[in-house]
C-alpha cells in the first residue's frame, strides 16, 4: 500500500477531544481546522512558562539519496514507540513545502505506518502557514516598489534591493526576472527574483520569533536593500510594514496539533528547509511540547551537516535549548549509493559498496558526538530489499565506531517497530544532563563561523570568496557581530558538489553569496552554486496527483 | 466607532451550533475554521436536491464612488431585517480579496452594524480559498515553463501563452515582467505577467462548477495559449493538471459559512471582482442558500452595469438562476459626485449637483426594469451628513421614474434599520413568479453581445476594436458559439473613461484586449485600458494595520 492509502484508512480521532484526553487542554484554547487539525492558543502557550521541561531528542541523518532517509518517519516511529512503552511523548515535526510535493519528493508526513494523518491536509495547504508567510513576504515586496514609484522619499537604492518576492512552488523560470516593465503607470523596471516561501526571512522569522511582539519586531529589524551610498541600511520597518506583516501572521504564529497513525499528538509548524535556510521547526512548538511532554523528539532536514548544525548553532543557541540525544537515521541504501552503486541498483545486495560508503555515516557520527557534544544513537530505517549479511556488516562498522545501533521497523510495523529504538533512547537521555556544545563561539568573525563549520564538519581545507564579499561580511560583523552563519549547501554531500559522495576532505568550501537576515539574526552564507528556487523534473508528481468525486485524492505519495 | 471596533464587540455564537440550530444542519457536515467559521461538506449540499428553492433577491448598486456605496453592507442589513420580521432568509456574499485590503479600500464584510463576523478572519486569509486559488493557478504556470524546459513536446508557442500568474496583492511592477532569465538552467526567457487572484480563471471556474466533476473537467479545458501555428490550442489537461489543480481546491470548493453580527448565517463563497471577471460569488453557494433558506439576498460587484449585468448574463443563465427582484444601492454622496462634486465636498448638501447625478441611477434603474425585466427597489443606504431637503429630493425623483424607494438605516441601526427595506421587497417577491430576461441571445456573435451591451446598457453610441481583435472573435465563435461576454470596465463610468460620470451617450466602447477563458464558459472583452492587477496607493491601508500582543487587529476598516 502506498502512504496516502495507509493515511487513508486510519482510525483518526477528533483532534479536539484528543488533546483534552492526552493533555488535559480544553477547547477553548484550541482553533479547530477541519476535525483532526488544530491550532493552539500563545495565551496558552504563556500559561505554561513555569512547568518544568521535558527531555528533547533530535532526529537527524546521513547525507541523504534524493528520496529522503526517513527522518520525519522515525521521528513519528520514536514518537509512537515511546507512548507505546508508557513514556509522555510528543513529536516537533516541520510543515510540508507545496514545491516538493508537485516536484519530485512528494509528501512529507512521514511513510508506512509511522505517519502523521490527515496526510493530504497537511501536505497541501495544511491550516494555511505558509500562504501566511507568502503573503506577508510579497506585501513587503508589492510596498517597496510602490514606494519607490510614488516619489522614492527613503532613497531606496532599486540596484541594491536584496528583497526578493516568494511563491509555494518550484518554478524555475522566476528565478531571474524584470519587472516593472510596461511604461511609467507600472513603475520603474528592476531585476528581481522568486524564492520558495521556505526560504524566505519571514519563514526563519516565525520559526524563531519568541511572541507577537519578538515577531513584529523581527519583521520591522528585516533590512530590505540599501540606499545609494551602498551602506545604509532601509528595513521594512522605514515602510510601515511590520504591523500588517504581523498581522497577517496572526494564526500562523499559532502551533498546529495533528495526530500519528497511533493518535500520539505531534506539533507541525513552521517549515524551512535545511539546504537553503535554518530547516528547523519554530522555537515556539518545541518550548511547547517541551512543557507538555516528558520527551519531546523534534527533526532538522536533510543530514546532519545542515540541519543539525543549524539546529544547534542557531536555534539551541538563540532560544537556549539544551538537547540530550541525537538519532541519526541511516539507511543501507544511502550508505551504498555513498559506496558509489547507482540509484537503480540500490535494491541489490552490495557489501563493499556500503563499506565504503559507511565514511559518510562515520563522519556524521563523529561530528554530532565531537562537535555538538552530544550522544548518538545510529537507527538503521529498515527496507524489506535489505538483506541480512547487509545489516550485519552495519552492524559490525557501528561495534568499531563504538556507536549503538538499532535497526528499526516503524516504516513496516509503526511504533512497535521502533520499541528497542526508543528504549535505547530513554537509557540514554535519562541518565544525562540536557546540553550540547557550538561549533564555533559567538565573538569570532563570520569568515571565521563559516570555516569552522567547513574544516570541522564537512572536512574541507578552507573556504574561499570573492573580495567582495569579504569586504561585505566585515561590514556586517562590525553591526551585528554576533550573528550566527546559515549556510547554503547542497545536502548530497558535505562538500558543494552533490557528486561528491561519501566523506570527501581537501575540498574548499566556495561562498558565493551572502546575505543579512536581520530580522532572523543571522547571516546566510551560499555555498556554491545553490539555488532558493527549485525546479520541477519532467515528469512532475503534479501530473499524478487527483481527486475523484468524493474528494478522495491519489498520488499524493 | 470603526467598522473594526464594532466587530470586535460582537456577540458571536459558535458557529457549529448556530447552524445547527438555524438550520438543522449536523456538525458532521460541517467543517470547523476557528470556532466561527465553517465549510460545508459537498455531500450535504448535494443531499439538499430535491427540496423547493426561495426566492433569490440580488443586491446590486449605480456606479460607484471609489469608497463604494455599500452593497455588501445592504446585503447584510436586508437579509437581518428578513429574519427580524420573521423571514428564513440567507446571505450570499463574496470573499473579500487582501488586494484592496492593504491598498485604498479597506476590508469587505459589509459597515456599521450590518457586518459579517469574524471581521479580521473574513478579510485575512478567511478560510484559504483564495490562497488555494492561487496557487492552483501558478501550478499551472509553472507546469507550462517546465514543459518547455524540459523540451516543449506539445510545441507551445513561448510568444503565444495566454495563461498569466497571479498574486493576491495590488503589484502594479508585476503587470509586465520578463521570466526565465540567468542562463540555460532557469529556462526559455518570455514576456508575462501577473493579474491579481480574483482575475484568474480558476476563480471563474470555482465560481461556476457545480461539482467536483464538473470544476476539474473545466480546469482541464483552459486554454493556456497556442503552438506555432497560432491557432492550435494548448489545453491545461495537455499538461495533466487538471487533477492537481482540483486537488488543491479540495476545500476552496465547500461554502464557507459564518455569521452576521445578529447572528443570521451568511454563505462567503468565491469573490471575483466584477471590474475585471465576472463579480459573483459561487453557484454552489447560491443554490445552497436558496435549498436552505426562503429569501436569499446576494450581491454583484460594483455597478448594475457591471455585475448585475454579468450576474444575469453569465451565473444566472449557466446555472439557471431565477431571480425575483434587484435592490439598487445608491448614496445621496455618489449621485452628488455623479453631478460633479469633488470628492472632499461630498459631505456639503448640494441639491443641484443631486437633482444632475440623479441620471447614473435613472439609467441604471431602466437597465434593471428594462433589459433584465426584473421589479427594483432603489435603497437609499443612509449617511448621517445626508439632508431632509436632499432625502425629500431624492424620493421625489424616484417617484417620477415610477421607482419604489426606501431610506434605508442599516449602517447605524443593523437589520432595525432596514426592516421597511424587507417589506417592500417582501411585497414584490412574494406576488411575482421568478425570472429575468438576458441582455442578448446566446446565439449571436460574439461582437454583436458585445455591442448589445454596450448600446442597450451602457448607452454607447457602439464598439470599436482592431481588425485583429475581430478576427480573433470571429474564430472564437467558429469554436466556441455560445459563450456569454465578461466585459472588463471601469466601474467609475458607464463609458470607458472613469471621468465620465451621470448617464454618458454616444461614446464608443474600445475593446483593447479579448481572452477566452474555455474552463470558465466565456470570453473576456476588456474594454478601455483596465488593469487585471491594480497598484496600491501612495499611503498604502497596510501602513496602519497593527496587531498588539494580545492578538487584537487594528486599522482595517
Known amino acids: 500500500m502506498s502512504d496516502i492509502e495507509i493515511a487513508q484508512q486510519a482510525n483518526m480521532k477528533p483532534i479536539i477531544g484528543l488533546v483534552k484526553e492526552q493533555y488535559g487542554i480544553d477547547a477553548e484554547h484550541?482553533?479547530?481546522?477541519?476535525?483532526?487539525?488544530?491550532?493552539?492558543?500563545?495565551?496558552?502557550?504563556?500559561?505554561?512558562?513555569?512547568?518544568?521541561?521535558?527531555?528533547?531528542?533530535?532526529?537527524?541523518?546521513?547525507?541523504?539519496?534524493?528520496a529522503g532517509e526517513g527522518k520525519t518517519t522515525t521521528t513519528v516511529g520514536l514518537g509512537d514507540a515511546l507512548n507505546r512503552i508508557g513514556k509522555k511523548a510528543m513529536m516537533c515535526l516541520r510543515e510540508p513545502s507545496l514545491g516538493p510535493c508537485f516536484g519530485m519528493k512528494g509528501g512529507a508526513a512521514g511513510g508506512g505506518y509511522s505517519q502523521v494523518v490527515p496526510m493530504e491536509d497537511i501536505n497541501l495547504h495544511f491550516t494555511g502557514d505558509f500562504h501566511a508567510i507568502?503573503?506577508?513576504?510579497?506585501?513587503?515586496?508589492?510596498?517597496?516598489?510602490?514606494?519607490?514609484?510614488?516619489?522614492?522619499?527613503?532613497?531606496?537604492?532599486?540596484?541594491?534591493i536584496q528583497w526578493k518576492r516568494v511563491v509555494d512552488m518550484?518554478?524555475?523560470?522566476?528565478?531571474?526576472?524584470?519587472?516593472?516593465?510596461?511604461?511609467?503607470?507600472n513603475g520603474y523596471s528592476r531585476e528581481d527574483g522568486y524564492d520558495i516561501v521556505v526560504a524566505s526571512?519571514?519563514?526563519a522569522i516565525l520559526c524563531l520569533a519568541t511572541s507577537r511582539a519578538d515577531l513584529k519586531k523581527r519583521l520591522g529589524r528585516i533590512v530590505i536593500g540599501y540606499k545609494a551610498d551602498g551602506s545604509t541600511a532601509v528595513y521594512a520597518s522605514n515602510l510601515k510594514a511590520q504591523g500588517a506583516m504581523a498581522a497577517l501572521l496572526k494564526d500562523a504564529i499559532k502551533p498546529n496539533l495533528v495526530q500519528t497513525l497511533e493518535n500520539n499528538i505531534a506539533i507541525i509548524h513552521g517549515g524551512?528547509?535545511?539546504?537553503?535556510?535554518?530547516?528547523?521547526?519554530?522555537?515556539?512548538?518545541?518550548?511547547?511540547?517541551?512543557?507538555?511532554?516528558?520527551?519531546?523528539?523534534t527533526e532538522a532536514g536533510?543530514?546532519?551537516?545542515?540541519?543539525?548544525?543549524?539546529?544547534?548553532?542557531?536555534?539551541?543557541?538563540m532560544a537556549d535549548l539544551k538537547p540530550s540525544a541525537v538519532v541519526l537515521v541511516a539507511t543501507i541504501r544511502a550508505l551504498k549509493f555513498h559506496g558509489g552503486v547507482n540509484k537503480e541498483d540500490l535494491n541489490q545486495e552490495n557489501l563493499a559498496a556500503l563499506e565504503a560508503g559507511f565514511e559518510n555515516l562515520e563522519r556524521h557520527y563523529n561530528n554530532i558526538t565531537q562537535h555538538y557534544g552530544l550522544p548518538c544513537v545510529v537507527c538503521v530505517n529498515h527496507f524489506t530489499f535489505d538483506t541480512q549479511a547487509e545489516l550485519d556488516l552495519f552492524k559490525a562498522k557501528c561495534a568499531v565506531l563504538g556507536a549503538s545501533c538499532v535497526v528499526s521497523k516503524h516504516w513496516a510495523e509503526g511504533g512497535a517497530g521502533a520499541e528497542s529504538l526508543a528504549q535505547e533512547v530513554i537509557n540514554i537521555v535519562d541518565h544525562r544532563e540536557p546540553g550540547c556544545t557550538f561549533v564555533y563561539d559567538e565573538?569570532?568573525?563570520?569568515?571565521?563561523?563559516?570555516a569552522a563549520i567547513a574544516t570541522k564538519l564537512y572536512g574541507a581545507s578552507g573556504i574561499s570568496a570573492s573580495a567582495k564579499i569579504k569586504a561585505q561580511l566585515k561590514v556586517w560583523d562590525e553591526n551585528y557581530g554576533k550573528f550566527p552563519v546559515c549556510i547554503a549547501k547542497t545536502q548530497m554531500s558535505f562538500s558543494t558538489n552533490p557528486a561528491l559522495k561519501g566523506a570527501p576532505t581537501g575540498h574548499i568550501v566556495e561562498i558565493s553569496e551572502v546575505k543579512l537576515a536581520n530580522g532572523a539574526g543571522f547571516i546566510v552564507a551560499i555555498a556554491g552554486d545553490m539555488m532558493t528556487m527549485p525546479g520541477l523534473p519532467k515528469q512532475p508528481a503534479a501530473e499524478r496527483i487527483d481527486i475523484d468525486d468524493t474528494g478522495k485524492i491519489t498520488g499524493l505519495f
Chains 1, 2 share one sequence.
Open 201 to 203: 526571512e519571514v519563514m
Open 170 to 185: 518550484n518554478d524555475r523560470a522566476l528565478r531571474k526576472i524584470i519587472i516593472g516593465l510596461g511604461g511609467t503607470g
Open 134 to 160: 507568502g503573503v506577508a513576504h510579497n506585501l513587503l515586496s508589492a510596498l517597496i516598489d510602490n514606494h519607490i514609484t510614488h516619489g522614492n522619499l527613503l532613497g531606496i537604492d532599486p540596484r541594491r
Open 302 to 317: 536533510f543530514g546532519a551537516d545542515l540541519g543539525a548544525e543549524k539546529f544547534i548553532d542557531i536555534k539551541c543557541r
Open 443 to 450: 565573538n569570532i568573525s563570520s569568515w571565521d563561523k563559516i
Open 30 to 66: 484550541l482553533d479547530p481546522f477541519g476535525h483532526y487539525k488544530a491550532k493552539l492558543s500563545l495565551e496558552y502557550v504563556a500559561s505554561l512558562a513555569d512547568k518544568p521541561e521535558g527531555k528533547l531528542i533530535l532526529v537527524t541523518a546521513i547525507s541523504p539519496t534524493p
Open 272 to 297: 524551512p528547509f535545511a539546504n537553503i535556510a535554518h530547516g528547523c521547526n519554530t522555537v515556539t512548538a518545541t518550548k511547547t511540547a517541551l512543557k507538555l511532554a516528558d520527551y519531546v523528539i
